[in-house]
């Protein structure tokens, strides 16, 4: 292998941090061509006095080297006295093992479950239903812990607070409850918040409030409200959309993006609400999509979902708040410093669109989906979107640029949801097809085929620790997947 690297074409390359630091000093280097993933790491690791354990995705010019360098690059058309940087991702300390099997069918909804979200420290489990209750399940038992009653219709969304103690819940009548993940009981008293349907709720993060005292939600009556949680009493209304609000995102830099049927996206400054304002500050209206806009995700997401959860490895106290939210402002920050809080949404006109929060025109539109778009996330590493589709297909696009990378393809039926593992190697995704399956983010394969389901798959989650999958449908059974 030596002999094959030293006869091979050299080239002057340059290492460069994902992150947009500065690159290390005196890391020009004149490499073999043929230079594998392998030795990439190795001369890697030196350069940054790191453990030879330490592994890495390196990138040239937005594509992943799989193989060797050559194999990625045309070298023959490229400009020789070019430099070619060679970009370097960490990969997640952990591995996150691929779900294989059910290990428990969770009985209890009489009617479909139509969401299901583990909470940010991987403790517990919420499921929302058509049964009208919030349920909580012991992830350790794997039993219900409680059942939340108080909605007089459909559960149609359920949001966790960020530090893990208390969960939102509005259904088809308008009313949004808050409930107390120990006790099952309602906090406070029911907010009749609109006047139709609730369709999306989001907290605000805990770096910027590490109270958690203030979601926002949407809803069929094209309005977005700001809630005090404690009080139950409305801080803001936002009313500039003209139809249905399909989607709803707080972001980490005092933004709201909200997603509607009349098309537009809206980007929202809702960083002053310790009072009551009756001032709507519209930062920007982002227009591309020709029909309604079903989907949004931020390539922020999975930070500012966990930034608060504490770890033996951190050395802080949880119940210093004031550690804690310095703990998740540096999370977000190693996160959204490098390229900004980015925003993609799906519509019915089977495109997406990537945005960044500070521009009015997108990076990029995105087309191949056949059918309208239901589900959009980016990996917890940002670099990678993935959209779900009625077209019985997964597609996956570039994080910052919104190339396509791969199709795939396994469903019978419409995919309804996806959900990426932790450490971004693999994604599991919902369908009507009444499965689950999971891919293999490397080889951009099917991995693990799971039936189990009788009809179909509305709600799929991966706990952020990769212990579990969890997963809801039209059967009424919950379910949880483990290795």
């Given amino acids: 292998m030596e002999d094959n690297i030293i006869s091979s074409q050299r080239v002057l390359t340059r290492f460069v941090p994902d992150s947009g630091e500065e690159p290390v000093e005196n890391n020009m280097l004149d490499l073999?061509?043929?230079?594998?993933?392998?030795?990439l790491t190795v001369i890697c690791n030196s350069l940054l006095k790191q453990d030879d354990s330490t592994r890495y995705v390196f990138y040239v010019d937005e594509k992943e080297i799989t193989k060797s360098l050559d194999a990625t690059l045309d070298f023959e058309n490229r400009n020789t006295e070019k430099i070619v940087e060679i970009v370097y991702q960490q990969q997640a300390v952990f591995r996150v093992r691929p779900v294989t099997r059910c290990t428990s069918s969770l009985p209890g909804h009489s009617e479909a479950v139509i969401s299901v979200a583990f909470s940010p420290d991987s403790k517990h489990l919420a499921s929302g239903s058509g049964d009208t209750t919030v349920r909580f399940w012991d992830i350790l038992t794997q039993t219900p812990s409680h059942t939340c009653r108080g909605h007089k219709n459909w559960v149609l969304c359920i949001a966790w607070s960020p530090d893990s103690t208390r969960v939102a819940s509005g259904c088809k009548n308008?009313?949004?409850r808050v409930w107390d993940v120990e006790t099952g009981q309602p906090i406070g008293n029911q907010i009749n918040a609109h006047k139709a349907w609730v369709t999306a709720i989001s907290w605000e993060p805990y770096h910027s409030n590490p109270e958690c005292?203030?979601?926002?939600?949407?809803s069929k009556d094209a309005s977005i409200k700001i809630w005090d949680a404690v009080l139950g009493q409305i801080v803001r209304q936002l009313s500039s959309h003209t139809s249905s609000v399909t989607a709803l995102k707080w972001g980490g830099t005092g933004h709201l993006y909200s997603a509607s049927q009349d098309r537009t996206i809206k980007v929202w400054k809702v960083d002053d609400h310790s009072v009551f304002s009756s001032k709507e500050v519209t930062l920007r209206t982002l227009q591309g999509h020709a029909h309604w806009v079903n989907t949004l995700a931020l390539s922020t997401d999975y930070v500012l979902r966990t930034s608060a959860v504490v770890t033996p490895a951190d050395n802080i106290d949880p119940n210093d708040k004031v550690k804690r939210r310095e703990l998740a402002l540096s999370r977000f920050n190693a996160v959204h410093s490098p390229r900004g809080e980015l925003l993609v949404s799906g519509s019915d006109d089977f495109t997406l669109f990537l945005w960044s929060s500070n521009e009015n025109k997108p990076i990029a539109r995105m087309t191949g989906h056949q059918q309208l778009i239901n589900h959009v996330l980016f990996s917890p590493d940002a670099r990678t979107i993935a959209?779900?589709?009625?077209?019985?297909?997964?597609?996956?696009?570039?994080?910052?640029?919104?190339?396509?990378?791969?199709?795939?393809r396994g469903h019978v039926q419409a995919v309804?949801?996806?959900?990426w593992s932790a450490d971004s190697r693999l994604m599991v995704s919902g369908s009507a097809d009444s499965t689950l399956k999971v891919w293999n983010m490397k080889t951009k394969k099917l991995?693990?085929?799971?039936?189990?389901?009788?009809?179909?798959?509305?709600?799929?989650?991966?706990?952020p620790d990769g212990q579990r999958v969890g997963s809801g449908g039209k059967d009424k059974v919950l379910r949880l997947w483990q290795n």
């Fill in 32 to 39: 073999p061509t043929n230079v594998t993933v392998e030795h």
């Fill in 174 to 176: 308008g009313v949004i």
């Fill in 213 to 218: 005292r203030y979601f926002a939600s949407s």
């Fill in 387 to 408: 959209s779900a589709s009625f077209d019985k297909s997964i597609k996956l696009w570039h994080g910052t640029t919104g190339k396509f990378i791969a199709t795939l």
């Fill in 416 to 419: 309804y949801m996806v959900a």
């Fill in 447 to 463: 991995e693990q085929d799971l039936p189990g389901h009788a009809d179909e798959v509305f709600a799929v989650d991966w706990s």
